[in-house]
């Protein structure tokens, strides 16, 4: 087993396309971080967990690819199947935008929300771009995978990497699982699978993600936004401001126009008006 | 982004409601009133000294509920002090964010408290007459600055809000920049409004009442021209349905609304012709309805814009 190492940068590989949908993450998960999990929701498809949040910090995607038509050529390509989990961004939107300074990142460089400083303000779930953070009602702080922090800090790889039983979910040093990543691409690619690709391998999305994945469908697909869409809150900041600006300026123009030409007061309130005040 | 290319949102909503839209609407509100109050005081003449007070004790008076609004609105509210201090251990100290208007704006509003409460307590003070010590300072060029400052704070505070939903990723909020300055003009029309109905309660304070019927009126005209920017901005985005769809647009019609009346005033001043053929400067009177109607339509702005990303 890999020795892990404070100050090195670990993280996931996800290859779904060797997911099964199994669910043993989502349950080893669960187990681990002892959460109680919501009542499932049974629909028509396997999905019964519905998506990423407080509770659900692994979740297993399907995603319904079957055609109308009679089965033929692409059988085997008719469901998707991801294992979905916090990015770990590098540059993460929620870190940006915590006011509290309760989301960090730890000497694994995973991205960690201290439940202790947290204080509920949920401007993090407003910035996400995965809606991987619900608050708790139980502890009233907001939550998401922790890359199992407390795993690490003893020397164990997270749970639902060790319950993975087709090695979809591969932990590790992330320079390690990147060389990984890239030899399992040419593989797939050589074998004529060219769909696949690699999500948040490279910088392009958020700087790159510490939880990557192999992806056989665009990324849109799986609900994951693309390189041109993977923006950062703080974009609006200039342009939000100015706008503020502008209207500041405009509005105490507005003012100063409205006391130089707003007349005489009405001669009805004139007559009312006798009381002097001192400046 | 491409342009015209359509925003991809896999976002989940903060659920920022039924304390944060009364949060914002008190937040133009006391932010606008300081900032009419100080124009009043340093640009106005002695007769708009009473109204300038009134303006100080208004913006006190809807400041009071913000920070209990938004304390109430965490789900920890005891730590709502970790906004201002960084409690991570080895990392504690004060907490302070540039790029992060959550931030900002604690800290702000948190500064606007102090100078709003130091000027109603000394509008208060001469108005009561009282022969304070503490009041001298604030005579002369030091109270000038003291008041010019709280109104850059006042700006601020009834802008920011619109910033700190659209630094986010959030539908609706995230695709256009003119949140800030929209519910700052809004805020300014309202205070305008909210000021109108009081000065017919204080017969020293109507002197004023023409400045604050007109600046209504041009601040409402400010607020449609941004209304339109705003409108503008979520239509490469494609979430224009999103913000003015079904039930929303309810809303917007109560916004609109409020807006209308000081528009037709606006042309219809500027239209009338006497039989010289001079323009009128004189406008007709608003009623106090229509003052209302302003309100109403600055809190449903407020509602239609929070509620229509996240329900």
């Known amino acids: ?279 | 982004m491409t342009p015209l290319a359509q925003a991809q949102h896999f976002v989940r909503a903060p659920d920022w409601t039924w304390y944060i839209v009364p949060y914002f609407f008190l937040a133009g509100l006391a932010g606008g009133s300081y900032v009419i109050a100080t124009l009043l005081r340093l640009w106005g003449d002695r007769r708009d000294e009473p109204a300038a007070r009134l303006g100080y004790y208004a913006a006190f008076l809807a400041f009071l509920p913000c920070p209990i609004l938004l304390t109430l609105d965490l789900t920890q509210p005891l730590r709502f002090w970790h906004m201002l201090w960084n409690t991570t251990p080895d990392d504690a100290g004060p907490n302070f964010k540039s790029w992060s208007p959550m931030s900002v704006g604690s800290w702000a509003l948190v500064t606007f408290g102090l100078f709003v409460t130091v000027s109603f307590l000394e509008a208060l003070a001469r108005d009561r007459g009282w022969e304070a010590r503490w009041l001298r300072p604030l005579d002369g060029a030091l109270g000038r600055a003291w008041i010019v400052v709280g109104a850059v704070l006042g700006l601020f505070i009834a802008g920011y809000t619109g910033v700190l939903l659209a630094v986010s990723n959030q539908p609706v909020w995230s695709d256009t920049w003119a949140l800030g300055g929209l519910f700052l003009a809004s805020g300014l029309a309202g205070s305008a409004a909210l000021l109108a109905l009081l000065v017919r309660r204080r017969p020293a304070a109507r002197a004023s009442g023409g400045m604050l019927e007109l600046s209504e009126r041009l601040w409402s005209l400010l607020e449609l021209a941004l209304l339109v920017v705003f409108a503008l901005t979520l239509v490469p985005d494609g979430t224009l349905d999103d913000a003015f769809g079904f039930p929303w647009i309810l809303l917007w019609l109560v916004a609109f609304a409020g807006l209308l009346p000081g528009l037709a005033r606006l042309m219809t001043a500027r239209l009338a012709v006497t039989s010289e053929g001079a323009v009128v400067a004189q406008p007709a009177v608003a009623s106090a309805v229509t003052y209302w109607l302003v309100l109403l339509g600055v809190l449903a702005l407020r509602a239609a814009v929070v509620l229509s990303a996240q329900l």
């Open chain 1, 1 to 279: 087993m890999t020795e892990i190492v404070p100050g090195q940068a670990y993280g996931f590989f996800t290859d779904t396309s060797v997911c099964i949908g199994c669910k043993a993450c989502e349950v080893a998960c669960k187990q681990w971080n002892m959460l109680a999990g919501h009542e499932p929701t049974f629909g028509d498809g396997y999905d019964n967990t519905g998506s990423l949040d407080e509770q659900n910090w692994r979740y297993v995607q399907f995603i319904d690819n079957v055609p109308d038509e009679t089965m033929g050529t692409g059988q085997g390509k008719a469901w998707l199947m991801m294992s979905d989990v916090c990015k770990h961004c590098q540059h993460a939107s929620c870190m940006d935008v915590c006011p509290t300074g309760a989301i960090i990142r730890t000497e694994f460089d995973t991205v960690y929300i201290q439940p202790d400083v947290c204080n509920g303000c949920r401007d993090c779930i407003a910035a996400c771009p995965y809606g991987v953070i619900g608050v708790d009602e139980h502890t009233n702080v907001a939550q998401k995978c922790t890359l199992c922090y407390d795993r690490l800090q003893g020397g164990m790889e997270p749970a639902c990497a060790k319950a993975c039983p087709t090695d979809s979910i591969q932990f590790g040093p992330l320079q390690e699982l990147q060389a990984r990543a890239d030899q399992r691409l040419a593989d797939l690619h050589a074998q004529g699978v060219t769909e696949a690709n690699l999500y948040g391998r490279d910088t392009a999305v958020y700087g790159g993600l510490n939880a990557f994945f192999l992806l056989m469908d665009k990324p849109e697909a799986y609900k994951l936004p693309n390189a041109a869409n993977a923006v950062l809150p703080g974009r609006n900041n200039p342009g939000g401001y100015l706008a503020g600006l502008v209207t500041a300026v405009l509005g105490v123009l507005g003012g100063l126009i409205a006391l130089r030409r707003r007349g005489q007061p009405p001669p009805q309130e004139r007559s009312h008006d006798t009381e002097a005040v001192e400046p």
